[in-house]
């Protein structure tokens, strides 16, 4: 069974980073895209970030120079490297694949448990 696993989330003041870390099998990791997405409380789950296996990313306009995906084949590992991070960038982040970087909505996975970011003012 698929699992993914995200780590690296906390409590920053405004401006400070985080990276990110999602540990994915590999009978997905390395046949698809996978993304980043995140949930506020209240609202909707939105994808962050994308990356397609061969490293073409996409990015929400929210995130646009502040957040970089990257992806460790080898370690069946993608991150984000969130910088500027801004109060409305609190949320439970979590990872997934997707059949191309233009349709992440299509989830392959099962959601893992999240990782919590928390940015004060």
């Known amino acids: 069974q698929v699992q993914l696993v995200e780590s690296g989330g906390g409590l920053v003041q405004a401006g400070g980073s985080l990276r990110l870390s999602c540990a994915a099998s590999?009978?997905?990791?390395?046949?698809?895209?996978m993304g980043w997405y995140r949930q506020a409380p209240g609202k909707q789950r939105e994808l962050v970030a994308a990356?397609?296996?061969?490293?073409?990313?996409k990015y929400a306009d929210s995130v646009k120079g502040r957040f970089t995906i990257s992806r460790d084949n080898a370690k069946n590992t993608v991150y984000l490297q969130m910088n500027s991070l801004k109060p409305e960038d609190t949320a439970v982040y979590y990872c997934n694949a997707g059949p191309s970087i233009g349709t992440m909505t299509s989830t392959l996975a099962p959601w893992g448990q999240g990782t919590q970011v928390t940015v004060s003012s």
């Open positions: 990356i397609s296996t061969g490293a073409s990313t």
């Open positions: 590999r009978s997905i990791f390395s046949l698809r895209a």
